[in-house]
């Protein structure tokens, strides 16, 4: 089976890392198997983004689950896309509500759904959670897989 890469801009590459997440570019590949409802999973246990308020670091375990329509998201551009979030001041609500509808702009999947289980700042961990609606009736959806907080890890 062929597949149609020729718009591709960063696969197979270098690739300069962008300084924000505005500045990233996220690229698609057509689905190779339209109408069949699988789950296409990403996961991020290393994810960081910026206190808007003091600047601080704050760490993320994303997890990302996704039943394609007609598109699936190139892996090099997501991971740049979410390595972008280093240098980005935002509340982890925000993070983690942006990445998910940027995906589902670009992608239109069937269903999209994100975890945040964000590390504690203030001894307090805030998870985050969201998906596009009920996934298709008949399709395998895993649990994410992350405990709830217990010295995550």
Not at 94 to 105: S, Y
Not at 109 to 124: D, F, N, Q, V
Request: hydrophobic share 35%; glycine share 10%.
């Amino acid at each position: 089976m062929s597949h149609d890469v020729s718009g591709l801009t960063m696969l197979g590459q270098s690739t300069a890392q962008p300084n924000s997440p505005e500045e990233a570019v996220l690229e698609r590949v057509p689905n190779p198997h339209p109408g069949t409802h699988y789950v296409a999973r990403f996961t991020a246990p290393e994810f960081t983004s910026l206190c808007p308020i003091t600047a601080q670091p704050d760490f993320a375990h994303l997890v990302i689950d996704y039943i394609p329509g007609e598109w699936l998201v190139e892996s090099k551009s997501l991971k740049l896309y979410l390595t972008s979030f280093r240098n980005h001041g935002a509340f982890h609500e925000a993070c983690t509500i942006d990445i998910a509808k940027r995906l589902v702009e670009l992608l239109r999947p069937e269903w999209l759904r994100i975890g945040g289980y964000w590390y504690p700042r203030g001894g307090i961990p805030i998870d985050v959670f969201w998906q596009t609606g009920a996934p298709p009736a008949g399709a395998w959806i895993p649990d994410q897989g992350v405990p709830p907080y217990r010295g995550r890890g």
